[in-house]
Structures are given as structure tokens and as C-alpha cells.
């Protein structure tokens, strides 16, 4: 069966320094998709970056990068230069995607978080 | 706002009543997904939709609760016999079919059950 596994409840970080979200994941699937998702106290999630099994390059978005280590099964977040609106909880999420008949979009399966609180 | 959309945003009912929750996805997306989470927890799939066809339910999804996407475009979350337990956060997302890589998630409707 497939499982996130996110071990940091909680991290701190000063404001401007970078900080790395942990992940590991289960799956026995060759072909997979692997999320990250923000959740401020508004409640909505708001996607962040995405890494595929197969791209050989680890995924950027501005100042977000995914530390993906195939071998590991780890995809940690990290996120450079922090800012206060940086504090929320984090998600790791990962999708199957070897079904082709089926589109490439499945049910995301999600870890429990990591709240994340940027110190000025 | 071409973001997707939930209606109510926040619901208060007391235990037994029926609630239905309203999402608008994207408009050219086909496909709608409701999940739900609970405090403290990651979010939890519940169901899918391909335009008007629902593809998978979770074992989570009692038979209280039932959805329906009737024209292919927005989705209704009924829940019947509301239970403190049902007490979360309902989320929707949207994507396509084929090619975006993303759900794209509405501010999800809190339910409080009295």
C-alpha cells in the first residue's frame, strides 16, 4: 500500500534562512507523482511543486526545490530564504500514475503535515 | 476568480440533520475530487469524478454520505444523519484529464456537528 511519512511535527526557522521539510514515501509503483502542498490557517491548499518518479532533474519553483532521492524513497521540501507568510503546514502527497487508461490524475494519498513557524 | 469554489464556507449543525456542501471546480477541468480532513490530519480521500461519472468512493464514505456531479460541472457532497464524528473539514479539488499535473483545491467548508 502506498504511505507519506512526514517524522517532523513541528520546525522552526528564522526568518530568511532555509529550511528542509522531511518525506519518505512507500509505494511499489514504478511511475508516481509527488506533491507538496501549503495549508495556511485559512484552510485552503495551495499546490506548491511537483516531482515526477522518472524526471532525472529535482523540481524547482522560485524558492521552493524538492530534494528527490529515488533510491531513499525521500522527496524533502526545501524551502530558501523564509518569510513570515512562509508559516502554515506543509504536505507531502503521491499520486499513482501508471494507469494510462485512466488518466494521469488519482487520488492524492497525504501525509499528516509539518507545521512550519518563521521567526522575524 | 477562476479558482474553484465551496459553498458554505463554514456549516454548524446538530447531530442528525442532513447538510450538503457545494464545490465549482475550474471550469475546463474534468475531473472533481472531494477529500476530508480531520484536526491534526493530512487530508483523506473520499471520492472522484470524471465529468459526470463517479469513478472511485472510499471505504471512508459511509452510506450517509453520497455525491453526485449531475451535468459534468459542479458537485454536491450530501451528508445524511450527521454524526459528531463527521465533525472536519471537507475539501474539493479539480484537475484535468490528461497533462496538469495538479489538483487544484477550493477553501474547503467546515462542518461542525453539535
Known amino acids: 500500500a502506498q504511505k507519506i511519512t512526514q517524522t517532523q511535527p513541528g520546525m522552526f526557522v528564522q526568518e530568511k534562512e532555509a529550511v528542509t521539510l522531511d518525506c519518505t514515501y512507500d509505494?511499489?509503483?514504478?511511475?508516481?507523482?509527488l506533491f507538496w502542498y501549503k495549508q495556511p490557517s485559512s484552510g485552503e491548499m495551495i499546490f506548491l511543486i511537483y516531482q515526477g518518479s522518472y524526471d532525472e532533474q529535482n523540481a524547482t519553483e522560485g524558492r521552493y526545490s524538492l530534494n528527490f532521492q529515488k533510491a531513499r524513497k525521500s522527496a524533502n521540501l526545501v524551502i530558501s530564504a523564509s518569510q513570515l507568510g512562509d508559516s502554515a503546514m506543509y504536505f507531502c502527497a503521491m499520486r499513482e500514475e501508471r494507469t494510462v487508461w485512466a488518466g494521469n490524475n488519482r487520488k492524492l494519498i497525504w501525509g499528516l503535515g509539518t507545521s512550519l513557524a518563521v521567526n522575524p | 476568480d477562476t479558482g474553484v469554489s465551496q459553498n458554505p464556507r463554514h456549516k454548524i449543525t446538530k447531530r442528525g440533520q442532513n447538510v450538503t456542501f457545494r464545490c465549482d471546480p475550474i471550469s475546463e477541468h474534468n475531473r472533481l475530487y472531494w477529500y476530508r480532513q480531520t484536526l491534526g490530519q493530512g487530508p483523506e480521500f473520499l471520492t472522484y469524478f470524471q465529468n459526470e461519472a463517479q469513478l472511485e468512493k472510499s471505504r471512508l464514505l459511509s452510506d450517509r454520505f453520497s455525491a453526485e456531479r449531475p451535468k459534468g460541472s459542479f458537485s454536491t457532497l450530501e451528508i445524511q444523519r450527521t454524526e459528531q464524528g463527521d465533525s472536519a473539514m471537507y475539501l474539493c479539488a479539480s484537475s484535468l484529464l490528461q497533462g496538469g499535473f495538479s489538483q487544484y483545491f477550493g477553501p474547503g467548508t467546515r462542518l461542525l456537528v453539535l
Open positions: 509505494t511499489s509503483d514504478q511511475s508516481y507523482g
